[in-house]
T-cell receptor, first 113, second 111 residues
Framework: EAGVVQSPRYKIIEKKQPVAFWCNPI?????LYWYLQNLGQGPELLIRYENEEAVDDSQLPKDRFSAERLKGVDSTLKIQPAELGDSAVYLCASSLIGENEQFFGPGTRLTVL | GNSVTQMEGPVTLSEEAFLTINCTYTATGYPSLFWYVQYPGEGLQLLLK?????DKGSNKGFEATYRKETTSFHLEKGSVQVSDSAVYFC??????????FGAGTILRVKS
């Protein structure tokens, strides 16, 4: 069974540029999560989807971050414009509704110069 | 809010040594507790979990017991291997399946 797929794995951009990350969850998983992991810290939830609905986006900085999951399968997280402090690893995870185990992708490491 | 505190690393051990990584939590109610492991270049993987007080989670020789009295979930392994070198994260699960993670503990095992 394929795991959670994320792309790109690495991204380097100049500050003020836009950037987007893509995630394809495990087939059949209707819950999808985006986490932010700063260096030396644990992941922090940005947004959680159940199917195509964002059910928890309270930690998403909506002035520059946006996310979508239009067909309830894969998802895109966007930052526009990126700031130096956005340099981090962006993790995607998925699970079945009602199941407490989350499966994580390898993450996208973003460097903002 | 809820939070998780882990012992700081890095923890450096020789092969076959005993491992303990301390984890304590602050939470309302009785959340489910998890240990995740992150090997170099890979995503987080669930190592073990416990859903109620006094439950013991175990996997691959690792164990952790949910201690309500001390609000702890310490990770232990009797004999570590070089292949156990990774970053270990303790986490609790809030309402709505949100995971709250500790900062992670780096484990290095020398042969």
């Amino acid at each position: 069974e394929a795991g959670v797929v994320q792309s790109p794995r690495y991204k380097i951009i100049e500050k003020k540029q836009p950037v987007a990350f893509w995630c394809n969850p495990i087939s059949g998983h209707n819950t999808l999560y985006w986490y932010l992991q700063n260096l030396g810290q644990g992941p922090e939830l940005l947004i959680r989807y159940e199917n195509e609905e964002a059910v928890d986006d309270s930690q998403l900085p909506k002035d520059r971050f946006s996310a979508e999951r239009l067909k309830g399968v894969d998802s895109t997280l966007k930052i526009q414009p990126a700031e130096l402090g956005d340099s981090a690893v962006y993790l995607c995870a998925s699970s079945l509704i009602g199941e407490n185990e989350q499966f994580f992708g390898p993450g996208t490491r973003l460097t903002v110069l | 809010g809820n939070s998780v505190t882990q012992m700081e690393g890095p923890v450096t051990l020789s092969e076959e040594a005993f491992l303990t990584i301390n984890c304590t939590y602050t939470a309302t109610g009785y959340p489910s507790l998890f240990w995740y492991v992150q090997y170099p270049g890979e995503g987080l993987q669930l190592l073990l979990k416990a859903t109620k007080a006094d439950d013991k989670g175990s996997n691959k020789g690792f164990e952790a017991t949910y201690r309500k009295e001390t609000t702890s979930f310490h990770l232990e392994k009797g004999s570590v291997q070089v292949s156990d070198s990774a970053v270990y994260f303790c986490a609790l699960q809030e309402y709505g399946n949100k995971l709250v993670f500790g900062a992670g503990t780096i484990l290095r095992v020398k042969s």
